[in-house]
């Protein structure tokens, strides 16, 4: 991971954070994927990657290991590799692990441990956001799957979200905090995956953008942790100066059911050339 910490993410090198950190994280990804609209953008990948019976996948990024566990009952007999970079986000899928076939393992996307070809079809959701050089990382995930195999990937474009119903200072604010220093380095990652697979060599790609829309906080805040009291200030993604009007702001949009938050994740897939 990059060295500059103004760089990095909140799940920037999770396994350097305190406990009590770690475990908030991971609460908020488990409380993710249980989200709708997430649901919606894991669904759209599903039919991309086109999980089939006796296949070997690979989960790149796998956090808790909720759709490891899912894909394993799709490819049945074959078997899912889940990966992650993180030790303390691992043993928490190890921990949840339902007795499917799925392999937890430490490891960098951007430098794979398995030989080319490995895999009939890959998947990386929402990790090359934290990677400082995404491109190595997506012609790793084309190199290690198999010729005619897919791979998908899934970001988020965080120059793509709309606010309304906030001062439009708060919200300038608010962007240039976190497009200045919470993701500094990847800010529109999403729109960028086509282009990446194209360099790495993939055909037949597609690219689909999914809307993620929310018309309370309490609805968002699982995937928008900006609108979220409890987690915004503890991962700096509010600057202290203007948190307690910033959520002074949200309480009041909500009230006067004027709040609105959407963004755009991308769904993009493509093929392994023969």
Not at 57 to 62: K, S
Request: glycine share 8%.
């Amino acid at each position: 991971m990059t060295s500059d910490p103004a760089a990095l993410t909140p799940f920037s090198d999770i396994d350097k954070r305190p406990p009590e950190f770690v475990a908030l994280l991971l609460a908020a990804l488990e409380a993710m994927a249980v989200v709708p609209e997430i649901q919606r953008v894991r669904q759209v990948a599903r039919e991309a990657l086109r999980p089939a019976p006796g296949q070997r996948l690979l989960d790149a990024g796998c956090g808790a290991g909720e759709v490891a566990r899912q894909l394993a009952g799709e490819v049945e007999p074959g078997e899912v590799v889940a990966l992650d970079l993180s030790a303390a986000t691992l043993t928490a899928a190890v921990d949840r692990h339902d007795g499917s076939k799925v392999s937890y393992i430490e490891g960098d996307i951007s430098a794979l441990d398995f030989p080319d070809s490995h895999f009939d079809g890959v998947r990386c959701e929402r990790v090359l956001q934290h990677v400082p050089d995404p491109d190595r990382a997506v012609a790793e995930l084309v190199r290690v799957t198999r010729p005619g195999g897919r791979v998908c990937l899934v970001d988020t474009d965080w120059e793509s979200m709309t606010v309304d119903g906030l001062p439009d200072h708060l919200v300038t604010l608010f962007k240039a905090h976190l497009y200045g220093r919470v993701m500094r380095e990847q800010p529109g990652i999403g729109r960028t995956l086509r282009r990446r697979l194209t360099r790495a060599g993939a055909v037949d790609i597609e690219a689909m953008p999914v809307t993620c829309y929310f018309a309370t906080p309490g609805a968002s805040i699982s995937v928008l942790p900006m609108f979220d009291p409890q987690l915004a200030g503890r991962i700096g993604i509010i600057p202290d100066d203007i948190h307690d009007e910033w959520f002074t702001a949200v309480e009041a949009a909500a009230a006067r059911g004027e709040f609105l938050a959407a963004l755009t994740i991308w769904v993009v897939v493509g093929t392994r050339p023969n």
